[in-house]
């Protein structure tokens, strides 16, 4: 693989290589020398651009003293890694599915996940009903379905008992409103913000009306920071999206989000809000 757009275990694989190296204290051209290869093979391999052979991995560990458990890890990831294909843009069917596969890796081997979501809920917070009537607008019930089950299956990353993801959710008040599904389907859909809310791993936060603009009205992004490799922003609209990794255009998003963060209703506020507007939905009933 020889790409300059790097999959997402290549990235992951790329940025454990790096940290293993500078614990190690030595320099790209200090390993290189020691592997045997250009220096700049070394720098393709910590960007994610190339995947190193197992061997050389194998080489790389002994060479930097890396226990047992370490470079088992290290080269189950590098094995998968080698089958993977690149993710840069991508639009249509084809493009869709594809881009799903690299949001899923990702998700899973974040450490923490931000979703600025300022129309609709945030997906890994939808119930089934609000993301099929999301989903179902001119495709057909089996596809539609099989949709709403992989979304409702990404959300194990959140709930799941060991090492769950911490999650954050930024949206506009706005979206508490916005009626999708009919009122019963808003109406569990907010139950369920409640009661997700409440979980230790999650921090649900609605951006209120009086804050006025704010960069979450620019559109929706979602942030996934890692362990070791530097985050990753995902951009979504209608059937194409993009994964960001420049230095530059991630570090914009990051300052996105702490500006929405200075604005947005504290978590317990946040609760108090959906209760109001949970009452006011019933009501009208």
Known sequence: MDETTPAPRAYVLG???RDARNRAGLGLRQLAAKLDVSH??????ERGQRVPSTESVSALCAVLGMNGATRDRLMKLT???????????????????????????????????????????????QTADYARAIMSEGIPSGEADKRVMMR???RDLIVRKRAPIRFTAFMLESALH???????????????????????????????????????????????????????????HHRSSVFLRDEADVKAFVSAREDVEQVALSPDATAELIARVINQEETLK
Request: aromatic fraction near 6%; glycine fraction near 8%.
């Open 15 to 17: 940025a454990e290589l």
């Open 152 to 154: 409702l299956g990404r």
């Open 40 to 45: 700049s093979v070394v720098v393709r391999w």
């Open 79 to 125: 094995r998968e890694a080698v089958s993977e294909p690149p993710n840069t843009v991508s639009v249509g069917r084809t493009g869709e599915a594809d881009q799903l596969a690299a949001l899923l890796e990702f998700e899973r081997m974040a450490t923490a996940i931000t979703d600025v979501a300022p129309i609709l809920m945030p997906g890994l917070l």
């Open 178 to 236: 916005q009626s999708v599904g009919g009122p019963e389907v808003m109406i569990e859909q907010l139950q369920f913000l409640m009661e997700m809310g409440e979980r230790d791993n999650v921090e649900i936060r609605v951006i209120p009306r009086s804050a006025g603009w704010t960069p979450a009205h620019a559109g929706p992004f979602v942030l996934l920071a890692f362990a070791k490799a530097a985050p990753v922003v995902h951009l979504e």
